[in-house]
């Protein structure tokens, strides 16, 4: 099963990580990454380096950066693969660990052969056919 598990920080910090910061993650993502259950890993800067994109109506609205919602803030990302989501729930207790106050979202990603219960006729091809290409 594979698994992204989208990290929030309690609140977005203006400085990078310090090296003492980078020295523990780099460990930590070492160790999981030799056992196979790290798949990607990425961090990312700031908030006021970002933009967020939003379609309605047919119509494009564009926000740049810094966003003051701290419990929106995406401060990284892990995809995971592990046997189940109680692991990869253990894995997120683990980083949390590391990186500090915040909260992870897991999302289990669709694989072929995966059935969506209770989605409308149709919609699980659509997303397998989008996985696949």
């Not at 992204?4 to 070492?30: N, R």
């Amino acid at each position: 099963m594979k698994f992204l598990c989208v990290y929030k920080p309690a609140k977005e910090e203006g400085a990078p990580p310090t090296q003492e910061d980078f020295t523990k993650m780099g460990a930590f993502i070492e160790e999981m990454t030799k056992t196979g259950k790290l798949i990607a890993t990425e961090g990312c800067m700031p908030s006021a380096n970002g933009a967020r994109l939003r379609l309605s109506n047919g119509k494009f609205a564009v926000v740049d950066g810094p966003f003051t919602e701290s419990k929106e803030l995406i401060a990284g990302f892990a995809l995971l693969e592990t046997e189940s989501k109680d692991e990869a729930i253990e894995l997120s207790k683990r980083f949390l660990e590391v990186a500090g106050d915040g909260e992870t979202e897991i999302r289990q990603i669709y694989e072929q052969g995966d059935v969506c219960v209770g989605s409308a006729p149709g919609v699980h091809q659509q997303h397998a056919q989008v996985a696949l290409k």
